[in-house]
């Protein structure tokens, strides 16, 4: 059986952009502690809270967007 994807890769149907689940919650939970930091010390209002990892997810779609513009690595080495 193979396993699922995860619901982050999932969500914003990622192709060439697989952040692991260290990268996904600095994603996604960073951005949310990020978004309630800054509401509470008075910097953003409280929409931060929940455009902040909006944003973010439009950043990493874009990203991904990009990557499939990209012409494919031929060879695979390093030099």
């Known amino acids: 059986m193979s396993q699922k994807p995860p619901m982050y890769w999932r969500v914003l149907r990622l192709r060439r952009v697989r952040p692991n689940s260290w990268q ?35 950043v990493v779609k874009g990203h991904d967007l990009l990557a499939a513009l990209l012409p494919a690595r031929q060879g695979g080495g390093e030099s």
Do not use: Q, Y
């Not at 960073?30 to 209002?45: D, I, T």
């Open 24 to 58: 996904r919650l600095m994603l996604v939970e960073g951005s949310f502690a990020a978004g309630v930091v800054l509401a509470l010390s008075g910097a953003a209002s409280g929409w931060a809270v929940v455009v902040l990892p909006f944003t973010v997810a439009v």
